[in-house]
């Protein structure tokens, strides 16, 4: 393959980690945010505690700043049955499978935010040009944004 193909190619690629990196201050302050909410809100699914949807604007901001990242303002179709998922959920603490099947989509979310960050992050601050063999993180942007 040609460089001039390989160029065309990967212009996608490049055009995203440029979006990143012009959005690494706002994806850093998230990072420290969801770093912080991140065991409270773990020790709150486990305690079923109601504090739990406490966690929602974090993920909602989250997804967001995601979007505004995307060349095409979409996010993977997983992601965004994963949001739904969570918006939907109804608090239901009849008993105790109930209050897990209310709040699991929730806290799934939040971890899938924080590894999504910490790759946007890490990409950001490590990646200088789109990688031809991307590692398994970059991929999962990649992916995360239609890109793969």
């Known amino acids: ?3 001039e193909i390989f160029e065309l190619c ?3 690629h490049d055009a995203l980690l440029a979006r990143v990196k012009a959005n690494l201050p706002a994806l850093e302050a998230l990072q420290r945010e969801v770093g912080e909410a991140e065991p409270l809100g773990l020790m709150r699914f486990y305690n079923s505690r109601m504090e739990v949807y406490r966690l929602w604007p974090l993920v909602e901001r989250a997804a967001a700043l995601f979007r505004d990242i ?3 303002g979409e996010l993977a179709l997983q992601f965004e049955i994963m949001v739904q998922g969570a918006a939907e959920a109804r608090l239901d603490r009849r008993t105790p499978r109930a209050w897990i099947m209310a709040t699991l989509p929730l806290v799934t ?3 899938h935010c924080r590894a999504l960050i910490d790759e946007h ?3 950001g601050r490590e990646i200088e040009r789109a990688p031809d063999v ?6 999962a942007l990649l992916g995360l944004y239609g890109l793969s």
């Open 1 to 3: 393959m040609s460089t």
């Open 10 to 12: 990967n212009e996608p």
């Open 70 to 72: 995307s060349p095409s």
């Open 109 to 111: 979310l939040l971890h």
């Open 121 to 123: 992050v890490r990409a």
């Open 134 to 139: 991307p590692s398994a993180g970059w991929a």
